[in-house]
């Protein structure tokens, strides 16, 4: 394979003349144009995966970064230069679209990609709760906690490089949000890289665990409320019971909300602003590996399918996700869903096909609407574009996609906006512009953005394996 893929370096750097040309609307596209593209995403996909254990990441995991736009009320200043934030989040989210890419799963894929997504299951431990059953989003690390008065060593799941100004410009460690307990959202991304793997199950420890933590009787969190959504009965993102305030005395009620909420070192681990939310992509997410797991059965699988449909159909798809504000990811993670098997959310896959004929712009792109910051003040239109051809893509795989000439012009137009915005190194390598992947809690959410490279190659991958479904007259 390593050979293969140096030949192909050598034969794209012979031919980058040719590819440039389609930035030209009369340029046709060919068969061997994009098996090429394909392959050079693959091989940039496992170029930049951690082959060693260093400082930052364990060998398996794939980079990437967090960036803020500077003081969150509340929390801080924060650095506005990108941080690496190693995260079994975002390396089994690449390790999905990976799979993805060969029609016939994990088993089909060539012997290196295989090693390479074992190596990235290799790393998925450090990041298991220490009850078992469910992962955390940030790795286990050393960092000194308050017992009883004395400062101890303790190793908790925190995050590894972040730090922040104070009120007073002094640099501190990021506490509050950084002992974050474990989430369904990281546990069914990685539960679905296993069960694709080895058929590896979801414990009932974590079953019995979802089913304690749904949206039932309980205030909701300021976004949730904002947008009507109360008892939905769907999945609450962090498995961590919510800290009552009930002292009459508003002062002390006040203090335990600032010391539950922002105290440093405390706590083990601490829900943000001690409030739990419901996502509409954290529960699409878990839908999606309860349905690989034959689990459709637990009790709130109906309730999030109901919940996340209206957001669907009811348009919400830019706010209902808390941690993930963008106007199309809702509609890609539910088309995962469906090809794996959530076949209560196909009823919404008109409305997503209606959203993307309706919002893709004349050059052929797809914006993000959603974040206030809009990635950071870099207004994102290639990653949002990756985010409407897979779905279309994985809409036609699972039969719920009728291939009409208008979506036959739509995806090509969105293809070649695509080919347009590939940078081609100078050693032959693909690069791309990094869309956000996802954002905070609040106040985060329009004011952090957290990226990776092989994420955004890992959806080109997809786009130009199956680029020939909408374009059947390649050469």
């Known amino acids: 394979m390593k050979l293969q893929l140096r030949a192909l370096t050598l034969f794209f750097i012979l ?27 693959l091989e940039s996909i496992l170029n930049d995966q951690v082959s060693e254990k260093n400082d930052v990441y364990l060998k398996g995991e794939w980079p990437q970064n967090v960036q803020f736009s500077g003081r969150v009320v509340g929390s801080g200043v924060f650095p506005k230069e990108r ?13 999905n679209l990976v799979i993805s890419a060969y029609p016939n799963g994990f088993s089909s894929a060539p012997a290196e990609v295989q090693e390479s997504i074992l190596s990235a299951i290799g790393s998925f431990d450090d990041y298991l709760d ?24 303790k190793v ?18 990021f506490h509050n949000a950084g002992v974050a307990p474990p989430d369904i959202d990281s546990t069914a991304v990685i539960q679905t890289t296993l069960f694709k793997v080895n058929k590896t199950d979801l414990s009932d420890n974590f079953i019995k665990k979802i089913e304690t933590y749904r949206d039932f009787n309980r205030t909701p969190h ?13 999945y609450l993102t962090w498995l961590l019971p919510e800290p009552k305030f009930d002292e009459p005395n508003l002062i002390k009620r006040a203090k335990n909300f600032i010391d539950a909420s922002f105290s440093s070192r405390e706590k083990d681990y601490r829900l943000p602003l001690s409030k739990n939310d419901v996502d509409c992509v954290v529960n699409t997410n878990l839908l999606r590996a309860l349905s690989l797991t034959d689990r459709k059965e637990t009790p709130g699988y109906e309730n999030a399918c109901k919940w996340v449909n209206s957001t669907i159909q009811n348009g919400e798809t830019k706010s209902c996700g808390m941690y993930y504000p963008n106007t199309l990811y809702l509609h890609l993670n539910a ?3 469906i090809v794996d098997g959530t076949k209560c959310l196909e009823s919404s896959a008109s409305r ?3 959203d993307m004929l309706k919002l893709q712009r004349r050059d052929g792109s797809w914006k993000n ?3 206030l910051e809009i990635a950071l003040r870099r207004p994102d239109y290639f990653q949002t574009t990756l985010y409407a051809l897979v779905t279309y893509i994985n809409l036609y795989k699972s039969g719920n996609l009728e291939m009409t000439d208008e979506v036959r012009e739509s995806f090509k137009k969105g293809l070649k906006f695509v080919l347009k915005n590939i940078k081609n190194e100078e050693d032959g390598s693909l690069s791309m512009p990094e869309g956000m992947f996802y954002s905070g809690f609040l106040p985060l959410r329009n004011n952090s953005a957290w990226r990776s490279q092989s994420y955004t190659m890992g959806l080109a991958l997809n786009v130009f394996t199956y680029a020939h479904y909408f374009i059947p007259d390649v050469q």
Do not use: W
């Open 352 to 354: 997503m096909v209606e």
């Open 156 to 173: 908790v799941h925190h995050q590894k490089l972040l730090r922040l100004k104070g009120s007073f410009g002094t640099d501190r460690e």
């Open 15 to 41: 031919i980058l003349p040719a590819l440039s040309t389609f930035a030209s609307d009369d340029q046709e596209i060919t068969q061997d144009s994009l098996e090429l593209l394909a392959n050079k995403s």
């Open 222 to 234: 300021l976004l949730n409320r904002l947008n009507g959504y109360k008892d939905t009965g769907a």
């Open 335 to 337: 088309s995962f869903a």
């Open 83 to 95: 941080t690496e934030d190693p995260s079994a989040f975002n390396t089994a989210a690449i390790a």
């Open 369 to 371: 609407d959603a974040n």
């Open 130 to 153: 220490d009850a078992g059953g469910a992962y955390h989003f940030f790795p286990k690390i050393e960092m000194q906690v308050l017992r009883d008065g004395i400062m101890v060593n």
